[in-house]
């Protein structure tokens, strides 16, 4: 079997994969950086809205206050102090390094004033990531349609992973290395409607489960509130620049839920839109108050367009859809899992920055901000010697079944939950059989399965509604705020 051998191998190659891979070869490490696709993939391309910086240190309580709000008693309010006055030295990195962000600073939903920094309007992620690929230094080597089947796990610590070329198994490929970084990203395919890329099937956080890492709040699924039936994205600053939400009926209704109106915590919006769609048969965003909307959200124009509508004309339909999770594999400050040797960063991992909620753009500061701490202390370790690398047979689902698993998890595990619901989600997910996967497409079938089961068996365990949370039998946050914890190891816990 063809084999590499690396100092640090990342798994993922969008911002916190890419950022990392960059700071990792400038501290003198040879880095792999692995995509199961091309290197321009998963989530952070697609990001419209920018990235949230505190505009200074006299911000930064300020924009802690915010993310601690939209995250409704799950943040780790030690770990944001550290992300967010980081923020500020990563800022002038990337600016040291040649990002033109855009002179004016937005304003978002949840957050008290401007200061989301978009790069060239709402095509932020694609420009951000386009630029970083551009930095990456000779040390880093990097592997494109190489699908990470598995970690190589001995000794209670990972030494690296195995991959297939072009996902197929006939074409195994093993990268050792002395510490391996997790950054391929959400989990959002498991749902029928999701503005997540057909990347986003949750792999690498199956990985680390099956190999015994601490994942948590995994029911903790943000769901963004003004998608275009094409999954299409209306980026929350439309709303910042004065759109509004209307019913079937016309009729503005965020006053009556939220005195922030349109501008309240995602959780908030998407809830109202599900009860007023409930209500009134549908719910429309009218963009007709934002001046020159054309250039100013150039992605949301050509989006509608696809589609045949007109925003200059009439307000257009929209649903909430999986958008991001808050959960993921368990980190400390630094991007260590539970598991030695193993990082991970970015919308795979849970540092508790997040908490219950995402606040608005904090999710490509946290990719940014960990994937340069997961570098560094991923270097810390130690060298490792591995003998002999055995693949194991990772599993599979017939690949027929991802649209069972994106029903049952639309019609269980969405922005409303309740027991009997969750339940027989969970057992008609327990159903789906698996076998050794026969290509990347099956094991990722596989991957959907498990973090699915997880998704709903976290969202059981929750007996509260907190954030993007909500169970309609437990209408209320219970007293106690804290995490649902799995881990493979355990009695009762999920397997494959
Ligand atoms: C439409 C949209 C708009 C958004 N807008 C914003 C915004 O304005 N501001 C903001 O802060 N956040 C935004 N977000 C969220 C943000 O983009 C993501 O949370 C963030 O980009 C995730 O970055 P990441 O590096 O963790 O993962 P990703 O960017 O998702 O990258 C994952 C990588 O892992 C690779 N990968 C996955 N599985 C495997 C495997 N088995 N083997 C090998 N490689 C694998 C993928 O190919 C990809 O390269 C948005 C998200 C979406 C979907």
Not at 43 to 50: D, V
Not at 251 to 262: I, V
Not at 407 to 431: H, P, Y
């Amino acid at each position: 079997m063809e084999e590499v051998r690396t100092d640090i191998l990342i798994l993922g190659s969008g911002v916190a994969g890419s950022y990392a891979a960059i700071h990792a070869a400038n501290l003198g490490a040879r880095v792999a950086l692995v995509t199961k696709t091309e290197l321009l993939s998963g989530s952070t391309r697609w990001a419209q809205g920018g990235v949230a910086f505190p505009s200074d240190s006299n911000d930064i309580p300020s924009h802690l206050m915010d993310t601690i709000k939209a995250g409704r008693g799950l943040v780790d309010e030690h770990v944001s102090i550290t992300i967010l006055t980081e923020a500020l030295t990563q800022l002038k990195h990337l600016i040291d390094l040649g990002v033109h962000f855009d002179a004016i600073p937005a304003l978002e939903g949840g957050h008290s004033k401007p200061r989301v920094l978009h790069i060239n309007g709402d095509e932020s992620g694609l420009h951000l990531l386009t630029f970083l690929h551009g930095q990456l230094p000779s040390q880093v080597s990097t592997f494109e349609n190489h699908f990470a089947a598995e970690l190589i796990s001995t000794g209670g610590a990972v030494h690296g992973a195995v991959f297939w070329k072009d996902g197929d198994p006939a074409k195994p490929m093993v990268i050792r290395a002395d510490s391996t970084i997790i950054a391929t990203g959400g989990i959002g395919q498991i749902y029928s409607f999701t503005t997540n890329p057909s990347e986003s099937t949750g792999d690498g956080i199956a990985l680390a489960y099956r190999c015994g890492a601490i994942v948590r709040d995994l029911e903790l699924v943000q769901f963004h509130p003004t998608v275009l039936a094409n999954g299409g994205l209306i980026s929350e600053a439309c709303r910042g620049e004065g759109a509004v939400l209307l019913n079937k009926n016309g009729e503005r209704f965020m006053t009556k839920y939220d005195p922030a109106e349109e501008l309240a915590p995602r959780d908030v919006v998407a809830r109202s839109i599900y009860r007023e769609t409930i209500e009134t048969g549908g719910v429309f965003i009218d963009l007709r108050p934002i001046d020159d909307l054309k250039h100013k959200f150039p992605t949301v124009y050509g989006s509608l367009a696809n589609l045949g509508l007109d925003p200059l004309t009439e307000p257009v339909p929209i649903q909430p859809a999986a958008h991001f999770l808050m959960g993921g594999i368990s980190t400390d400050e630094f991007g260590a899992t539970s598991v030695a040797r193993l990082f991970a960063a970015g919308e795979a991992a849970s540092t508790g920055f997040h908490g219950a909620n995402r606040l608005a753009s904090n999710s490509l500061l946290e990719g940014i901000v960990m994937g340069s701490r997961a570098a560094t202390k991923a270097l810390e370790s130690a060298n490792s010697t591995v003998s002999q690398v055995e693949p194991g047979k990772p599993p599979g689902c017939e690949t027929e079944s991802q649209a069972e698993i994106r029903q049952i998890m639309a019609n269980c595990a969405s922005v409303v939950r309740e027991e009997k619901g969750l339940t027989n989600g969970f057992n008609d997910l327990s159903e789906i059989s698996t076998f050794p996967a026969r290509s990347s497409a099956e094991a990722e079938t596989a991957n959907m399965r498990l973090i699915a089961l997880m998704v709903v068996k976290g969202a059981l365990e929750r007996e509260e509604s907190r954030g993007s949370h909500y169970r309609s039998d437990f209408p209320d946050a219970s007293t106690d705020a804290r995490h649902v914890e799995q881990q493979f190891d355990h009695s009762g816990a999920v397997r494959d």
